[in-house]
Nanobody, 120 residues
Framework: QVQLVETGGGLVQTGGSLRLSCAAS????????MGWYRQAPGKQREMVAT???????YYADSVKGRFTISRDNAENTVYLQMNSLKPEDTAVYYC??????????????WGQGTQVTVSS
């Protein structure tokens, strides 16, 4: 199995910044992509940012220009730098990793979630 451990959530005022980190460990043969999703109360979980091991990066339109995703492939870690935070960014943020545990088995894994609250 694969475990994802997130750190870095918290409470911040509008316009502030936070940095989330997520470290993957366990039975990892290859990580194909790592990223961040979020879920606000009463809403569906949505993709925030994803970065493939090949270097391709994807952002939700709502965070472009404010959030930056980065990865340390050697450490199986992904980061999300969040700047110019808005109240609508308030959500539980989940780390996601698409992982091969061997040549044939490929699955998505999720962290436990970390709360980000932006006060107005």
């Amino acid at each position: 199995q694969v475990q994802l451990v997130e750190t870095g959530g918290g409470l911040v005022q509008t316009g502030g910044s936070l940095r989330l980190s997520c470290a993957a460990s366990g039975n990892i043969f290859r990580i194909n992509a790592m990223g961040w999703y979020r879920q606000a109360p009463g809403k569906q979980r949505e993709m925030v940012a994803t970065k493939t091991t090949g270097g391709s990066t994807y952002y939700a339109d709502s965070v472009k220009g404010r959030f930056t995703i980065s990865r340390d492939n050697a450490e199986n870690t992904v980061y999300l730098q969040m700047n110019s935070l808005k109240p609508e960014d308030t959500a539980v943020y989940y780390c996601n990793a698409n992982v091969n545990t061997n040549w044939d088995d490929r699955s998505d894994y999720w962290g436990q979630g970390t709360q980000v609250t932006v006060s107005s």
